[in-house]
């Protein structure tokens, strides 16, 4: 079982960054790769981006690419997201997610509010 925390959303203006972190507890946590999706008011959640065991791949969405930077720390059993040039369009809510074969764990959300 992983337990998973997310912080650092706010409001900021357009072209601000935050960064996002997900603290998780359980054991284990190196061994699930780890992903951060979003769901904005009336849209489906989508893939943010994901990070593999030992962060050596990581995957972003085309919206996204070369504005967020996804990392993690498994001695703090933290992922991160960070996020610069926001958009508005980034507006949602920023859920983490913990993801073992079958087994997936979501955290709670946190909520990322762009203005223009």
């Known amino acids: 079982q992983v337990r998973l925390v997310e912080s650092g959303g706010g409001l900021v203006q357009a072209g601000g960054s935050l960064r996002l972190s997900c603290a998780a507890s359980?054991?284990?946590?190196?061994?699930?790769?780890m992903g951060w999706y979003r769901q904005a008011p009336g849209k489906e959640r989508e893939l943010v981006a994901r990070?593999?065991?030992?962060?050596?791949?990581?995957y972003y969405a085309e919206s996204v690419k070369g504005r967020f930077t996804i990392s993690r720390d498994n001695a703090k059993n933290t992922v991160y997201l960070q996020m610069n040039s926001l958009k508005p369009e980034d507006t949602a809510i920023y859920y983490c997610?913990?993801?073992?074969?079958?087994?997936?764990?979501w955290g709670q959300g946190t909520q990322v509010t762009v203005s223009s």
């Open positions: 359980g054991r284990f946590f190196s061994s699930y790769d």
């Open positions: 990070i593999s065991t030992s962060g050596g791949s990581t």
């Open positions: 997610k913990a993801v073992s074969g079958l087994l997936g764990y």
